[in-house]
C-alpha cells in the first residue's frame, strides 16, 4: 500500500494520445535553433549568478554589516536549495510538462533577483537566495528536457554542445562582470542585472517554447520519495559544507553523513515499493547511465575543488584584483567555449566513449601540470595549464549529458536532466571538502617546518594554527610594524607552504581524473537519445 497523491489527468492522456508523432517545424514556434537560444538565455542567467556573487559577497557583508556566517549562508543557502531540488523539480518538468516549469523558473529567479537587489537586511538576501537556488532547479533539467524533445538524434549533440558553450561564457563572465559591477554600481547592481535578463528569456519562451510530453509521463508524485531524498541530499552537502569547519572526526560531521547514508538507503527501499517513483531504480540497469552519473561526480570533484584554489592562488599569491583573476582564468571558460560545439560534432560522428575518455585525460594531466605551479610562475605557464583542462572538459560537460538523458526514457528526461545537475553539485561539494582537507593537512604538516628553517621567530601552538589557517588560503600572517626583511620572510614561508598544499590537492584532483576516464570507457550513446525526435508536442 503507497501514500501517494495521485492527480486525475484524463485529458492530458488524450492531447498527447491526439497528439501522435512530431511533424518538423517550419515556423518559429517550436522551432529547434530558436528553442535552444530561448532556453539558453535563462540557463546563462543561472549560470552567471552561480560565480557573480561570490565577487559581491565583500560589499555586501560590509554594507549589511553581515558576519562571516551570513555570508557564507548568502552561497550555502543557495547551493543546498540547487541541489535539494534538483531532481524533485525535473520530475515536475516531466509531470507537467518542460515549457511551463522552465518559464517559472525564469519568472521565479528574476523575481527572486529584484527582491535581493531591494533587501535592506542580510536575512532577506538569505531567504531569496535559497529561493533562487529553487526556482534556478526548476529551470535547469527543463532545458535539458526542452533540448532533449525537441532536437533530432543526429542534432542533439550540437545542441548540447552550444548549451555547454552558453554555460562556459557565462561562468567566464560572472567575474568579471561582477567585479565591475561592484566597483562601479553596487552590489545590488549584480542582482538587479538578472530582471531583464530575465524578461527577455520569459519573452522568447512564451513565443518560442513548445510544450513536449510523452503519452506515458507520470502522472503522480512520490511524497514519501521526494521528502527521503530531499532530507538525504541536504544532509550530505550540509555535511560537505560544515567538514571543514567542524572536521571530518567531528560527531555533528558524522551524524549528517550518517542521516544522509540512512535516508538514501531508506529512499532506495521505498522507491521499489511505490508504483510511480520519484527515480525508477530500473534506470540505474542502464551501465552506461550509470556509469555517466559517477562519471558527473568525479569530473565535478576535480574541477570544482581543484578550482578552489586557484582562485586563492591568483589573487593572494599573486596579487590580483577578482577582475584580474577573472581574466587569467579565460584561458579555461574560453576553450570550454570554444570545445563545447567541437565535442558536439565528434561526439555525434564517434559516439560518446573516445571523447569522453580523451578529455579526462587531457584534465588529468592538465590537473598533474598545475601541480607543478609556484609563487613565482608565468601568466603563460598557467595558461597553457588552464587552456588544457578547458579543453578536456569540453566533451565531458557535453557527453556525459548526452549519455544520462539519452539513456533515460523521454518521459523521465526531466528526473536525468536534474540527476546530471544534482551529480555535479554532490561532485563539486564532495570535491571542495575533500581537496580542501588535504590542503589543510598538508599545510598543517609543513608549515612549523617551514617557518623554522626560514629562521624566523618561534610561536606558540596557538599562533601556528591560527596562523596556518591563514596560509590555507594563501594568506601571509605578516603582523602589523614588521621589518620589510620579517615580513618579506614571513610572506616566502606562507606562499611556499600554500602551493605545497595546493599541489598535493591538486595531485590527488589528477588521480580522481585517471579514474574518471577509465570510468568513462563504460559509456556510450544514449539508446534513447532518438526518442526526443518523435516527441509529443502539446
Same mark, same amino acid.
Given at each position: ?270 522507491e521499489n515499493r511505490v ?12 551501465? $552506461? /547511465?550509470?556509469?555517466?552519473? &559517477?562519471?558527473?561526480? %568525479?569530473?565535478?570533484? @576535480?574541477?570544482?575543488? !581543484?578550482?578552489?584554489?586557484? +582562485? ?57 601540470g598545475m601541480a607543478q ?35 533515460? $526514457? /523521454?518521459?523521465?528526461?526531466? &528526473?536525468?536532466?536534474? %540527476?546530471?545537475?544534482? @551529480?555535479?553539485?554532490? !561532485?563539486?561539494?564532495?570535491? +571542495? ?82 579514474l574518471a576516464a577509465i ?20
Amino acid at each position: 500500500m503507497t501514500s501517494q497523491i495521485t492527480v486525475d489527468d484524463q485529458d492530458d492522456r488524450a492531447l498527447a494520445k491526439e497528439s501522435g508523432p512530431a511533424q518538423p517545424r517550419t515556423g518559429l514556434r517550436g522551432h529547434p535553433w530558436l528553442t535552444l537560444f530561448a532556453v539558453a538565455i535563462g540557463v546563462m542567467m543561472v549560470t552567471l549568478d552561480g560565480t557573480i556573487v561570490a565577487v559581491a559577497n565583500p560589499a555586501i557583508q560590509k554594507d549589511l554589516g553581515a558576519s562571516l556566517a551570513d555570508v557564507q549562508w548568502i552561497t550555502n543557502g543557495y547551493l543546498l536549495a540547487l541541489a535539494v531540488s534538483l531532481i524533485t523539480a525535473g520530475k515536475l518538468g516531466d509531470r507537467f510538462g518542460h515549457r511551463q516549469t522552465f518559464l517559472i523558473g525564469i519568472a521565479g529567479f528574476a523575481v527572486s533577483s529584484a527582491i535581493i537587489g531591494f533587501s535592506s537586511g542580510v536575512e532577506l538576501v538569505i531567504g531569496f537566495r535559497v529561493a533562487q537556488g529553487v526556482f534556478g532547479a526548476l529551470l535547469m533539467p527543463a532545458a535539458l528536457g526542452l533540448l532533449r524533445a525537441t532536437f533530432p538524434a543526429e542534432k542533439l549533440n550540437m545542441a548540447i554542445g552550444i548549451w555547454g558553450m552558453v554555460i562556459g561564457a557565462s561562468t567566464a563572465a560572472g567575474p568579471i562582470v561582477g567585479g565591475l559591477l561592484v566597483e562601479n554600481v553596487s552590489w545590488q547592481s549584480v542582482f538587479f542585472i538578472n530582471v531583464p535578463v530575465g524578461i527577455v528569456a520569459l519573452a522568447f519562451g512564451l513565443f518560442i517554447l513548445v510544450d513536449h510530453r510523452a503519452e506515458n509521463a507520470p502522472r503522480s508524485f512520490d511524497i514519501p520519495g521526494i521528502l527521503l531524498l530531499s532530507v538525504a541530499m541536504f544532509s550530505l552537502i550540509w555535511a560537505l559544507i560544515k567538514a571543514s569547519e567542524w572536521g571530518w572526526g567531528d560527531l555533528k560531521t558524522l551524524l549528517f553523513l550518517g542521516l544522509s547514508v540512512l535516508c538514501f538507503v531508506a529512499f532506495a527501499l521505498w522507491e521499489n515499493r511505490v508504483a510511480e517513483p520519484l527515480i525508477p531504480l530500473g534506470m540505474f540497469r542502464s551501465l $552506461p /547511465l550509470s556509469a555517466g552519473t &559517477v562519471l558527473m561526480v %568525479l569530473m565535478a570533484f @576535480a574541477f570544482m575543488g !581543484g578550482l578552489f584554489f586557484v +582562485t586563492f592562488y591568483l589573487q593572494n599569491i599573486h596579487g590580483m584584483s577578482p577582475v584580474d583573476s577573472g581574466l587569467h582564468l579565460l584561458p579555461l571558460t574560453g576553450m570550454m567555449i570554444i570545445g563545447s560545439p567541437l565535442a558536439g560534432i565528434a561526439i555525434t560522428k564517434v559516439g560518446p566513449r573516445i571523447p569522453l575518455v580523451a578529455g579526462m585525460v587531457a584534465t588529468a594531466t592538465a590537473c598533474f601540470g598545475m601541480a607543478q605551479l609556484t609563487p613565482q610562475t608565468g601568466t603563460l605557464t598557467m595558461s597553457l595549464w588552464f587552456a588544457l583542462m578547458g579543453f578536456g572538459l569540453a566533451p565531458v560537460m557535453v557527453g556525459a549529458t548526452e549519455v544520462i538523458v539519452g539513456n533515460a $526514457p /523521454l518521459e523521465l528526461s526531466g &528526473v536525468a536532466g536534474g %540527476l546530471q545537475q544534482a @551529480a555535479m553539485q554532490v !561532485g563539486g561539494s564532495l570535491g +571542495t571538502a575533500v581537496l580542501g582537507a588535504v590542503m589543510a593537512s598538508k599545510v598543517d604538516s609543513v608549515f612549523g617546518d617551514n617557518w623554522a628553517a626560514a629562521k624566523l621567530p618561534p610561536l606558540t601552538p596557538e599562533q601556528t594554527d591560527l596562523a596556518a589557517k591563514g596560509v590555507q588560503v594563501g594568506i601571509a600572517p605578516v603582523p602589523p610594524g614588521a621589518p620589510d626583511q620579517v615580513a618579506r620572510a614571513i610572506t616566502g614561508v606562507a606562499h611556499d607552504t600554500f602551493v605545497s598544499g595546493m599541489s598535493t590537492a591538486f595531485t590527488v584532483a589528477a588521480v580522481v581524473a585517471v579514474l574518471a576516464a577509465i570510468v568513462a570507457s563504460f559509456t556510450k550513446r544514449g539508446a534513447n537519445a532518438a526518442a526526443g525526435a518523435g516527441a509529443a508536442h502539446i
